[in-house]
């Protein structure tokens, strides 16, 4: 995969762009973790601390509600045209949640998941791997 980001399939209504995307390195952990635990999802939600990192869990290990918002969906296919996951449809989206009261601070963000050495202190699968995601936001210049 080139040193490029991955962007996620916009989820939001009315909008055309992505909000969120992933660097190449997190794309290759995920897809390993994935192998390891199954389908992932990720959880922004607000507060200090661990808080202010995205979370990965197995898909629906963390409930979403109505005080979330899911700002985009990742196909993390394999290079090779497989899936590191699939269900009966055979696709399975790696989805990027944000706590609703977290998205009103960030809405004019554009988020960029990355992956550095260092373990963090959360629930998050990525944690034994001696690495943790952190999220590098940038403005946006269109209108939100």
Request: hydrophobic share 35%.
């Amino acid at each position: 995969m080139p040193d490029t980001r991955l962007d996620a399939a916009v989820t939001l209504p009315g909008e055309d762009f992505s909000r969120v995307a992933l660097t190449a390195e997190s794309v290759s952990l995920l897809r390993k973790l994935w192998a390891q635990h199954g389908p992932l999802m990720f959880h922004q939600s607000g507060g200090c601390c661990d808080g202010s990192a995205p979370m990965c869990y197995p898909a629906g290990d963390f409930i979403t509600g109505e005080s979330d918002v899911l700002l985009g969906r990742f196909d993390l296919s394999a290079d090779d045209g497989g899936r590191p996951g699939s269900v009966d449809d055979g696709t399975q989206p790696l989805e990027f949640w944000m706590s609703r009261e977290q998205f009103g601070y960030w809405s004019h963000t554009h988020l960029t998941v990355d992956v550095v050495q260092g373990r963090g202190s959360g629930f998050s699968v990525e944690a034994p791997e001696g690495k943790r995601f952190l999220i590098r936001s940038t403005l946006m210049d269109w209108p939100v």
